[in-house]
């Protein structure tokens, strides 16, 4: 008799997305390299990604970047990756926050290899919320600044606007 | 607990850049090309579909024979990875399987147009990986292929 969880296939996303960043481990020589495509993967996938959560969420346009802010963290992530960030650490300006991940679902059951300390995992995320965002006019700058799978406590994502963005510019895949 | 678009969309983004990898190195894409992406995706999906058995099947699993274990891939397995069961099962009985869905998960995204027909094994490389993952994990060897005659209806064959 099989054991089988309740219908959830978030296992298949993430041995899936394990299956993809040791594959460019193997194609790139580099952590460097193989965190740049990650990003720009994530971002083609962002681009994307906004048009589900605008039909799927009844978010309206956001007033601010603090706004902006709670509604990744609150509705975003909440709805893709079941977890909700707390936002903190907003800079003076306001122009910057931080998300805190207690726990990263991209990160189960995952260790890092000794040879691949600088490898920013998750890097996928930071090029999705780029590229979303580039979608609702938004130019961000997306990090990590602290990652589990580093030895830190907690996953820390910093977000800061860069500037709006003109409605007709086009966009395309990187 | 990801949601399942995240896998649909990161699944697109993957075969997409498996695709221009191949043709960035290469200038243009021939058949050899194509049977390299295709092996990278499939050798992909293999080694996750192991890993999803181990996880689903913590009890050591007791099916009665192949044609149990190709059952539990139509309708428990193929509901978690796929999201639905597969419509038609046939056999051969001489270890011959065809597995028919005809709402292909990740053909949906795709138009029904003629030429999306030509695309569609790059999509469904990796899903055949999968399943030939799983039943390595479950003991059985085999090969995987599928083939689209009208989208979003696939027919995976294993043998």
């Given at each position: 008799v099989l054991v089988l969880s309740s219908y959830n296939n978030s296992e298949l996303f993430t041995l899936t997305y394990g299956a993809l960043v040791t594959q460019l481990c193997k194609d790139y020589e580099n952590d460097e390299e193989v965190n740049k495509q990650l990003d720009k993967m994530g971002y083609n996938i962002g681009v994307r990604l906004i048009e589900d959560f605008l039909a799927r969420s009844s978010?309206?346009?956001?007033?601010d970047f603090r706004e902006t802010a709670d509604v990744i963290a609150k509705v975003a992530f909440k709805m893709y990756l079941g977890i909700t960030p707390s936002v903190t650490n907003w800079s003076p300006a306001g122009d910057e926050f931080s998300l805190i991940l207690?726990?990263?679902?991209?990160?189960?059951?995952v260790e890092l290899p000794d040879?691949?300390?600088?490898?920013?995992?998750?890097n996928l995320l930071c090029g999705v919320l780029r590229g979303a965002l580039e979608m609702v006019q938004m130019a961000v700058d997306v990090r990590f600044a602290q990652d589990t799978l580093r030895g830190d406590n907690v996953t820390e994502i910093r977000m800061k606007f860069i500037k709006r963005i003109e409605e007709n510019l086009p966009a395309g895949d990187e | 607990m990801a949601d399942g678009v995240l896998f649909e969309f990161l699944h697109m983004e993957m075969v997409s850049h498996v695709f221009k990898d191949q043709q960035s190195t290469n200038g243009e894409m021939n058949n050899k090309d194509r049977a390299v992406c295709t092996s990278v995706l499939e050798g992909m999906g293999f080694r996750v579909g192991q890993g999803l058995i181990e996880r689903f099947t913590r009890d050591s699993p007791s099916f009665k024979d192949e044609l149990d274990i190709m059952k539990f891939i139509c309708k428990d397995f193929w509901t978690q990875v796929f999201r639905r069961q597969v419509d038609n099962l046939r056999t051969n009985h001489q270890g011959t399987y065809v597995l028919q869905d005809n709402k292909f998960v990740l053909l949906t995204?795709?138009?029904?147009?003629?030429?999306y027909l030509d695309d569609a094994p790059k999509y469904l490389a990796y899903s055949c990986g999968v399943i030939r993952g799983a039943l390595s994990s479950l003991g059985l060897d085999s090969v995987v292929t599928a083939e689209v005659s009208l989208m979003p209806s696939c027919n995976f064959q294993v043998t």
């Open positions: 978010v309206g346009r956001c007033q207690e726990n990263n679902p991209l990160v189960d059951f040879n691949h300390s600088t490898l920013i995992y998750s | 995204q795709l138009s029904s147009g003629k030429q």
